[in-house]
């Protein structure tokens, strides 16, 4: 074999190699999956190789976000609620009566993400669609550059100025039909910011629902079933779900490395252990074929200098019972194939012993991200399912 043809051969396993990404058997359209993980694998790769070179890569991310465009039937704009840029979608249409509305917090880890992502800006106009609802979809302060609680803060100043007579009469909204809603690590935002509006005697509003989309919940146990059985699934690995974890606290890799391996929580917090203890809180069928093992106990400096991952608006599912007990009506949705699975099926567990309404849609064939696989930019049948659940539980509960 001449040099060339063997030189082609080895280009070609690579070019293989970074395409294929084993997936589960029952997920459809698996090819396209593939080549959008390949695709951005690719650019994972070779955007510091095109930085060293001097050029600026084009991330996708950036490719993502599309700007604030009203059409005829809605009208898009950016705002500030609270020096907090949100991106607000109003109904064209005139109507006589007040509408509803929905506070929605994208994804991305703490990390990325925007209103402005074509998946996002998407939703948005499905909503006031669907729903002829008030949509506000809230930015936030992302890390590394900033960390826990900035995000929450963003979130919740945003939440609170939307919250206020004057400002829903401005906008035609009916105070009594009002969800937040979130995916990811915006479901995580979503459920820390509902448990602190429990608490807050200057938000005289109350949430009516509040839906949950494959949400982060726990940052103290990283080796549930589900990070077992899907932790180097797309489009979330446990190595990057560890990363953000640690990422949303710190930028010292110590908490990083004890994160994944699953010791980093102290002595004197282990009676936190039992609020997410997988072994009592999950369902017959996820726990099949794992063995319950406690987390390590860790050193208590990674705790004391970053104690966010044990504060409950970082880990929602923390939080007591007699604060659980007085939530609103809730949606949660859960992925099969996602290492965040069993942190909504074990606040799904919690929230029904404390007693609150709780609807859970688990989808057999779902990933991580997969809402925004809906949206015309990637267009999967499966994420125009689980969009469309989505939609139809506001319509039906809002
Ligand atoms: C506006 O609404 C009408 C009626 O629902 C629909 O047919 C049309 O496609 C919508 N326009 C856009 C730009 O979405
Ligand atoms: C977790 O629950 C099991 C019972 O299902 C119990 O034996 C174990 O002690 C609990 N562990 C912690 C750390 O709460």
Not at 217 to 246: A, C, I
Not at 327 to 337: E, G
Not at 358 to 380: A, R, W
């Amino acid at each position: 074999m001449g040099r060339k043809s063997l030189g082609l051969l080895i280009a070609c396993a690579l070019l293989a190699h970074s395409l294929y990404t084993p997936l589960p058997e029952n997920i459809e359209q698996s090819w396209r999956l593939m080549l959008t993980c390949a695709f951005l694998r690719i650019q994972t790769h070779l955007a510091p190789l095109l930085e060293m070179l001097g050029f600026r890569p084009l991330l996708l991310l950036e490719v993502l976000a599309v700007p604030p465009t009203s059409d005829e039937n809605v009208t898009v704009a950016e705002n500030l609620f609270n020096n907090v840029p949100v991106r607000v979608f109003v109904p064209k249409q005139k109507s006589s009566t007040l509408r509803r509305a929905v506070f929605y917090i994208h994804g991305g880890g703490w990390a990325t993400g925007s209103a402005a992502w074509a998946p996002y800006d998407d939703l948005g106009r499905q909503m006031v669609e669907n729903l002829d609802a008030v949509v506000i979809s809230t930015n936030y302060r992302l890390s590394p550059q900033y960390h826990f609680p900035t995000q929450f803060e963003d979130v919740y100043d945003a939440l609170r100025w939307f919250l206020r007579k004057k400002v829903l009469a401005e906008y035609g909204v009916d105070p009594s039909r009002i969800c937040i809603a979130g995916d990811s690590a915006g479901g995580n935002l979503a459920a820390a910011v509902n448990q602190k509006l429990l608490d807050d005697p200057e938000v005289k509003i109350k949430v009516k629902i509040q839906s949950l989309i494959y949400p982060a919940l726990q940052g103290l146990d990283m080796d549930l079933p589900s990070y077992r059985e899907n932790g180097h699934l797309p489009f979330l690995t446990k190595h990057q779900m560890v990363v953000f974890w640690s990422r949303y606290f710190t930028s010292d890799e110590a908490l990083e490395e004890a994160m994944a391996a699953n010791k980093h929580t102290p002595v004197d917090s282990s009676h936190l252990f039992k609020f997410v203890n997988w072994s009592t809180l999950l369902p017959e069928r996820f726990k099949k074929g794992h063995v319950y093992t406690s987390p390590i106990h860790g050193p208590s400096d990674l705790a004391k200098k970053y104690p966010g991952f044990l504060d409950v608006r970082a880990s929602p599912l923390l939080a007591d019972d007699s604060t659980l007990r007085r939530l609103p009506l809730t949606h949660i949705l859960t992925c099969q194939y996602d290492v965040l699975r069993d942190d909504g099926l074990m606040y799904l567990s919690r929230l029904r012993a404390a007693g609150v309404q709780v609807v859970h849609e688990h989808v057999e064939d779902g990933f991580h991200g997969i809402l925004s696989f809906g949206s015309p930019v990637i267009n999967l049948k499966a994420g125009l399912r689980v969009v469309n659940k989505y939609l139809k539980w506001l319509k039906e509960n809002l």
